[in-house]
Structure formats: C-alpha cells, structure tokens
DNA sequence: CATGAATGAGATTTCATTCAT
DNA sequence: AATGAATGAAATCTCATTCAT
C-alpha cells in the first residue's frame, strides 16, 4: 500500500515537473533529465512509468483533460434546461482555465501541435461527451442552432484559450465581468 | 541583379522548408539541417540569410502574417458599411486559409506556443490594425458589442484555426456552406 | 567503490588527453571529439565530468599547477636557511619540469594565453604562497633584493619555462650542468 | 604607384586587425571572417596576400618580431662598452613594449604555443644576432658569464614577457623605477 | 584586383534512452 | 523497484577556404 502510494506519487511528481517545463520553453525544453531532476528521480526511472517521452507528453494531456472534464461536468444535472446547463459547464470550464492555470495554458498549447499522437487526441475528445449531447438537446428543443457540433466548440468553448492566453500575457486580465461578457459572447454565438 | 533574385529564391526557399517542417513535425522537428536539404543549400548558408533558429522563425512568422493579412484586406474598401466589410474581411480570411493550408495551420500553431518570441508576436499584431479600427466604427454604431476587441477577436476570428485544423484531419470538411454558417455564427457572436 | 575507482579513471584519462592534444597543437586542436576518442569514452561522457571546454582546461590547469606545486615543496623544510630552501624549490622545479614534460610544456603554453580563465589563474598562483613567505623572509634577513615578489618571480622562476622550451625543442639539452648553471644565474638575479 | 600603395596599406590593416583580435581571444578567436571585417576588405582578399591563416599568422609575428629587433637596437652602438649597450637594449626593449603593448602581448603569446610554425619561429631568432654577438664580446671581455646564450637570454630578456603581461593585469604596473630596478636584477643574473 | 556568396567539414553541446548493479 | 553512469546520434552553429563574377 505505502509502496503503491510511493508510486503514484513519483508518476504524478513527473507529470507536474513535465507540465511546468513544457509551459515554460515548450515540449523542447522539457528533456527527460530536467523532468528527473526537477521530480527527484533518475532519469531511468522515468521509463518505469512511461515508455517514451511521447508517452509521457500523452498520458499528461489525458491527465489534465479529465481533470477539466471533471471539473467542467461537476455541477452539471441533466434537468437543467439547455442554456442554465451550457452557462454552468461554460463557467465552470472558465473557472478550472483560471484556477489551474498551467493546466489551461498546457492544454491550448496541445491544441494545434503535433506534440500529441492523434489517437490520444481523438481519446481526450471523448471527455467531451455530455456536452456533445447536451448540444444535440439544445437542437432539438429549436434552441441552438442546427450545425456541426465541431463549429459550436470552435465558436463558443475554443475562444477560451484564446483569453486565457490573453490573461497569461497580461493583456486582457480576466476579471469576473470580463468572463460573464465573454460568456454572453458565447451563447450568441450559438443560440438561434 | 541576378544574384539579388537568387537571394531572394534562396530565402523563400528556406522559408517554405521551415514552413513545411515545422507543419509536419513541430518545431523540433525542424533541424537546420533538414531545412537545408529540403531548400537544398548548406547548412552554413542559412546563416547568410537568419541569424539563428529563433529567427528564421520569427522571420517565417511574419512573412506569413503578412502574407495572411494582405490577403485579408486585399477588397476592404472603407466605404462599406460595417458588416459588409467584416463579412468581405472574415471571408477573405478564411480563403486564405483554405487556399494556404500550410500557412494556416503554421499560424494556428504559432498561436499558443512559446516558439515565437513575443516581440515577433507584438509585431504580428499590428498587421490587425485595420480590423480593430472597423471594429471601433461598429461599437460607436451600435452595431457591434462594446467590449474589448480581444474579445471579439476571439469569438470571431480565433475560432477559424480551429476549423482549420479540422479540415486538415478530416474531422469537419469545410464547404462553401459550412463557412457561410461559420461566418453567420461569427457574425452573431459580435454584433448586438 | 569500484565505480568511484572508475570515475577517477575516466576523468584521469580525460586529462591526459587533453594534455597531450593541448601540447601537440594548441587548444584550438584539442576538440572534444578527439579528446573522448583518446580518452575511449563518448563525447557526452566528458560532460559528466566538465561543464564545458573551459571548464575542461581550467581543471587541468589547476591539476597540473597542482602537482608542479606538490613536487616543488615536497623536500621544503621551514628551517633550512634561505638560500638553501630557495635551492631545493628551484631544482626541485626544474627535476619536475624535466620528469614531466608534457605537464611542464602546457603550464608553459598556459602563461601567457587567454586559454585559462583569469580566475582560475588567481586560483593557481596561490599554491606558490610558500615561495612568496620564503622571499619576505629572504628580504628581512636583508639576503634577497627587496623588490616585488612578481620581478623576483619573474627573473628567477618564470625563465625555467624557457628553458624547457629550448630542451623540448632540442635547442639546448638541459644535463645537470646547465641546471646547475642556471640556478646559479637565478640565484645571483634575486640575491642582493 | 597608388596602387602599390593600397595594396601595401591593406596588408597592414589585415596584419593589425588580427594583432588585435589574437590579443583579445587567443589565435582561436581570430577567424578569417572577423579579421576581413575589422580590415575593412573581404574574406577573400586576405588570400590576394596570404596563402592561409597559418601563414598570415607566420608574417604577423615576423612583422612584429623585426619592428621589436629594430626598436631594441636603434640605439645600438658597436663602440659603445658592453654593458653600456646591453642597456641600451635592455632599455629599448622595455620602452618598446611599453609603448606597443599589443605588440609586446602578441609575442609573449606566440613564445610557447604551437601557433607559429616552427621554421618561422627560427626565422624570428635572427633578428636578436646582435645581441648574442654582444654577449660574445662580453663573454670574451670576462664580464658576462661563460654559459649558452640561451641562458643568458632566458634569464635577462625572457623575464620581460612575464612583466608585461602582469602590467597588462594590472598585477604590477610598469613605472620607470620597476623597469629600473628590473634591469639591475637582469644585469645581475648575467653578469660575473 | 577584389569581392560576396557559398560551402563541406567540423566544433561544442544536448538528448532520449539503456543497462549493469 | 530504482538508479547513476554511459552513450550514439543528432542539434545548432562556425570556420577556413574557394570561385564566379
């Protein structure tokens, strides 16, 4: 039990030491000796918990998409109606973007690289699913318009990254107010 | 004269070899040493023309930007009443990507990483100016929402990366419909 | 422990290298790849032990000073009269130099070069502290000229790297004789 | 005419420039690059009056070698009594150095290293005939020790390398009664 | 005569990964 | 289970030299 524990300590040890490199200088910067050090291991022993440094990049984009994913759905109840659900998923996403930062700031940097394999990104879509669904409710109810489900995320969810980076930079700090106009945004994008 | 256009042909060549590399692999996939078999000169000789690595991608990153936003702007004309000329912009913008796959997906990739310095970057977004300066006529109109411009920047032009980088994976094949309902959610999302 | 033996092997072997390259063509001609070939080791290896290049020759300096300043003082006693304290040093100087050759030609090539750090340099000079005390006893007694260590050093010591030179270059073969001629010329440059 | 003279001004300025930068660096920092840009010329033309690097470095020292030989024995008068002249030479060395210091620097650099081939380094030797020839006549006359030249230039003109490049630290700077007392101890050294 | 452009070879250093212990 | 030592391969960048003009 101690010894498991030891365990999942030293896995969840190396997937911080190698979220905060990549953050900082990208997945260049982020060799296996400086993740060793930073977690407090050898090198070697990074190889005891993931394959390859691929590996270790993808299971860390799993990791911290399910911790968004959990965070986003955690308030959500399916007897909601469609817009009170959005608006809480909506919220909650924005406020797991601004409490973890550098798990926000790791996942907008996934987005558009090749740094992950395609089969886990395709993996870390599936966390998507209730909203997806919810989605298709809203459609169906005449209150969301009638369109792929990938432009609805494009337009509504996607822009999250966009401020976070904004916030990150100190351009465009995200206060409350700027969250809830923001949020506003969002739903005109795809309500009918 | 001759020799000036050779220089010229070896910068783009070296240009479009990086443009490639990195869209394939990353920026670490990108060795100067590929970079120079692909543009097929020496190594050395890239150092004729870019100072280091970082610069040959700032360099590539504005050329691109650049490229993209004359495209962008190629038919505003300042007469056009808000919509028309955000809608004649927005178009313009996702012909571009659509005509320029490569480039579009480097520029969506340049969007959260740390690969860019962020001087380069600050440079890149002056080539915006002109879409913020419609986007101050349409606020004092009413027309469009008064929030801050990088809000509307991020509901209604970031989202088309995204789209981007689903029609290169074939997620979301992007038609002439589809972007006209891409378009009207863009519309939606900012406008009053 | 057989490990530890090991590592002090490797970087014994890293020295000598160095040392031999550094002698037969300059520091320019002492690349790392020649070294880690000499020494059977990889490239990367040398890292494991020197940071760098500089780090590299700075250790070997200081190595080598170290020995020279070892066998220099090895027969010194405190209560020998001072003449006879400056002999046993001056020959024991010379009988080093003529033992090591290789040593003596880099301390040599080390004098006047930028090869070394100006710090590590500072570093070197301490292990003649012994020498410097005996000629501020030496001038107290009123038996030496009571002048800067540095010109003392200078006309006494500095020329045995001369020396070695002509012998290396078989210009002047250094036999007993010569030595003791020019430890007598040493002698009468700082005597009163 | 003109011409000559252009062509003779710009094998200075290449010969100064790389005085200058092997000063600074060491022979490894003196790339041909660098050297044409400080001379004001193009890579190229430094092989219009150099066959190569080793080469240009050869004729730099003999350059510098032959204005010290004739800086040394300006004053130098055959009639004049043995001591006298040697210091006279002795003098004029020193004020030499002194006043061409970068000069002074490069010749103590080029006296252990392998950077000068080993025939110009013969070469070079010959500008001192005079002064082995007054050592001679000294030897004769019974006022100077019967030993090799060698010594005797290992003792008394060797040492001032080792002053200057203290004076260039600022370890011990040079003033006119340091030179003089520096004599006296050169004197002593050879003298019966 | 003079050059700017070009380069192959090689410099230093880093990295992901392995393996004996 | 865990490691520190070790490394081959490759990365970025520099250099002495050449050659068409």
Do not use: H
């Not at 953050?23 to 260049?28: A, E, M």
């Amino acid at each position: 039990m101690a010894q498991l524990q030891k365990s999942i300590d030293k896995r969840t040890a190396l997937l911080k030491a190698t979220l905060s490199l990549v953050n900082n200088g990208g997945i260049q910067s982020a060799s296996m000796a400086k993740v060793a050090k930073i977690a407090n291991v050898s090198p070697a022993t990074i190889y005891l918990f993931f394959e390859s440094k691929q590996d270790l990049v993808n299971q860390l984009y799993l990791d911290v998409k399910g911790s968004f994913a959990q965070a986003a759905f955690s308030q959500y109840e399916s007897d909601d109606e469609v817009k009170k659900s959005f608006e809480k998923v909506w919220i909650a996403m924005a406020a797991f973007k601004l409490e973890n930062k550098e798990e926000a700031s790791f996942l907008s940097q996934c987005d558009n690289t090749p740094m992950i394999d395609e089969e886990t990104r395709q993996e870390g879509l599936k966390y998507l699913t209730s909203l997806f669904d919810l989605w298709s409710k809203g459609i169906k109810e005449g209150i969301i318009k009638d369109i792929s489900p990938y432009l609805l995320y494009a337009f509504s969810i996607y822009p999250m990254a966009f401020l976070m980076n904004l916030d990150n930079r100190s351009l465009c700090p995200l206060g409350e107010n700027v969250i809830n106009e923001a949020f506003q945004v969002a739903w005109d994008s795809i309500r009918v």
